[in-house]
């Protein structure tokens, strides 16, 4: 595909007239330059930094090792990678958890030091005096609900969420509470799409979807899975949209294939003299 032509940085404020627009907002992850300035060349709307960072690149089995200044390091290469999208960074586990004072301070220094637009993080009511407190300090905060990697010592696993009528309302309610405290968009994960469905028409923020099925406002998926990348994940929800993982063991096979049989360099790739 060829680079869509240069356009303003998307800002959080936009995405709220992307939902009234009834216009799908698209959201994928990066987590350094080279892959952001693709998926910002191919136009996606939200470029998300995901603690998942944590577990598809460092090997680690859930993001809750992952650190401010982890965050920051790939914030900054995906910010430095990208003209269009909007860049959210995720506030990685304890960096928010304790206080609104320690929240604030933390997501001040991630856009601070990345120059991103936005942060997300985690969890519902509980955290709407956090997302309320970095939104007066000028932060745009994106909420993230249902399933939430960070609790998953709590949620006892990978586990559809609000399933049950009272866990349905509850989520609902988070959704609400978020939206009351300034959150400008929310992320939905592993819900059923009636559920999703609720929660859409319940807020008038963007709801953004991910095993959430078609009717939020917008989807994200991970990109290192829907590249096929990330051989091991799997879960319903993600589409493989490339084998980049099978192209990638093919070619270096050759690499090693031509080097043992001396076919690599050849007299084309050789600075002759
Ligand atoms: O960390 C991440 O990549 C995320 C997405 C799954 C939404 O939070």
């Known amino acids: 595909m060829a680079p869509s032509p240069k356009r303003a940085r998307i800002t959080a404020v936009e995405l709220a007239a992307m939902k009234r627009d009834r216009r799908k907002i698209v959201m994928i992850t990066a987590y350094d330059s080279l892959f952001a300035s693709l998926v910002d060349q191919a136009g996606v709307d939200v470029i998300l930094v995901g603690d998942s960072v944590g577990p598809v690149l460092a090997g680690e089995t859930s993001p809750l090792p992952v650190t401010v200044n982890q965050m920051i390091y790939h914030g900054r290469s995906v910010q430095r990678g990208t003209t269009h999208a909007l860049v959210v960074i995720d506030m990685p586990f304890m960096s928010y958890q304790v206080s609104p004072r320690e929240a604030t301070r933390n997501a001040g220094q991630i856009l601070k030091r990345t120059g991103a637009g936005a942060v997300k993080l985690e969890g519902g009511r509980y955290f709407a005096p956090a997302v309320r407190a970095m939104v007066a300090a000028g932060i745009p905060v994106m909420g993230h609900l249902g399933l939430t990697p960070q609790s998953l010592n709590v949620l006892g696993g990978i586990r559809l969420q609000g399933r049950e009528e009272q866990a349905a309302e509850r989520l609902i309610a988070d959704a609400q509470a978020l939206e009351e405290a300034g959150a400008f968009a929310?992320?939905?994960?592993?819900?059923?799409?009636?559920?999703?469905?609720?929660?859409?028409?319940?807020?008038?923020?963007?709801?953004?979807?991910?095993?959430?099925?078609?009717?939020?406002?917008?989807?994200v998926l991970v990109l290192h899975d829907m590249l096929g990348l990330n051989e091991q994940f799997h879960a319903k929800f993600v589409k493989r949209y490339a084998e980049l993982g099978a192209a990638v063991r093919q070619a270096v096979g050759s690499f090693a294939e031509d080097v043992r049989a001396v076919a690599f360099p050849d007299a084309a790739h050789t600075h002759m003299g």
């Open 186 to 219: 929310v992320v939905l994960e592993f819900i059923t799409s009636g559920l999703a469905q609720r929660v859409t028409d319940a807020v008038t923020m963007p709801t953004i979807g991910i095993g959430a099925g078609p009717h939020c406002d917008g989807q």
